[in-house]
């Protein structure tokens, strides 16, 4: 496994309106606190957008090397806390009302392959193959192709954060030209006097 510092997250852009195209898939933006989940057999790194290591989660990173089918990864995803529901609680996160879970949503290194040079549907089938199907610890996000106006309509609907867009192609890098692309609800509940804690 290569050293933490080799590795930083897939840069976020942002997008005012949903949009529908063919070589597009959509997911979930899912409220929590994004990380790059470094999982071994002698144990897991959770490692924040900054490059520093998320030390209030001892519990999930120790169920992770339990959970994951693979030797070592290293995955993409979200900490979340989620509710009967399903659905992200943000507060109860940075209260650390647990129990928490990570929602993987891409793999950057698998049995000691750098995958990112791969288009990123490869990397999601890769990623599906190293998340359970039935596991409270970590989830492998769903997505959709083509219809992201659909997608976002029904985010807003049902009161969440907002959808991520991904080129069907992109590879995963700073220097990736196909950036993702949050699309963020603007009445969504949680957010309302988040700025003052930090910005997002």
Known sequence: MEETRNFSPMPLGRRREPFDHPDWIFELKWDGFRT??????????????????????????????????????????????????????????????????????????????DVRALPLVERKKLLRAVVPQRSSTVLYAQHVHSNGRDLFAEVCRQDLEGIVAKHCAGRYGEDEPTRWLKIKNPEYSQARDRAELFER
């Open 36 to 113: 790059l989940a470094h999982v071994t057999g002698g144990g897991s790194k959770l490692v924040s957008r900054n490059g520093n290591a998320f030390r209030g989660f001892p519990d999930l990173a120790a169920e992770l090397v339990l959970e994951v089918n693979a030797d070592d990864a290293i995955l993409d995803g979200e900490i979340v806390k989620l509710d009967d529901d399903g659905r992200p609680q943000f507060y109860d996160l940075m209260r650390r009302r647990g129990p928490f879970a990570l929602v993987a949503f891409d793999v950057l290194v698998v049995n000691g392959k």
